[in-house]
């Protein structure tokens, strides 16, 4: 089997189609999860109340798409876990990539889970922030979650990105099979 590490153009292509799985699953969940993690961040944020920064226009506006909004990084981590847990989700098999270690042999299962934890670790941060109640949490989760994207972005054309390199592994082209 050659394989040959993946290019930007096909890891994007997975990236695109995982996010547009994830905009779907955060919309059929949006009734009830993202109505819970809507609630959740109203309260954890005081939106709305005397002395809140969360107040005007802007609070209204994610009030409008809130259960979708708030919903969204539950269902991206929903959608990004066979990632974390096979070494290819839904976009890295239908792009034909999948994650190895950097020797080219199959990653364990602890190599791609923890690559997994780092790459969504800002999301985990805000889904814990908005579960627990807790602003900072919720707060670091989206800075940590802007600082991967543009580890990702920075280090795209050279590769491997910062949480393969942390992990030990490579997201490598699989060939089309015959």
Not at 98 to 116: K, P
Not at 139 to 156: H, M, P, Q, Y
Request: charge should be positive; charged fraction near 10%; hydrophobic fraction near 55%.
């Amino acid at each position: 089997m050659t394989e040959s590490k993946a290019g930007l153009g096909p890891r994007l292509l997975a990236t695109a189609i995982d996010v547009a799985l994830g905009v779907a699953v955060a919309l059929l969940l949006s009734t009830t999860t993202g109505t819970w993690f809507a609630r959740r961040a109203a309260a954890t944020l005081s939106i709305g109340s005397d002395g809140s920064l969360w107040r005007g226009p802007l609070p209204m506006l994610f009030g409008i798409f809130g259960t979708f909004l708030y919903g969204f990084p539950f269902a991206a981590l929903l959608v990004s876990l066979p990632e974390g847990l096979a070494g290819a989700g839904f976009g890295k098999r239908l792009a034909r990539v999948e994650v190895r270690l950097t020797s080219g042999s199959q990653a364990s299962l602890a190599s791609l889970f923890a690559r997994w934890l780092i790459k969504w670790s800002g999301f985990l941060l805000v889904v814990a922030g908005l579960s627990f109640g807790n602003a900072s949490f919720l707060g670091a989760g989206l800075v940590v979650a802007v600082l991967v994207l543009i580890c990702f972005l920075a280090s795209a054309a050279r590769r491997p990105s910062l949480h393969d390199r942390l992990a030990g592994t490579v997201a490598v082209r699989r060939p089309a099979s015959t």
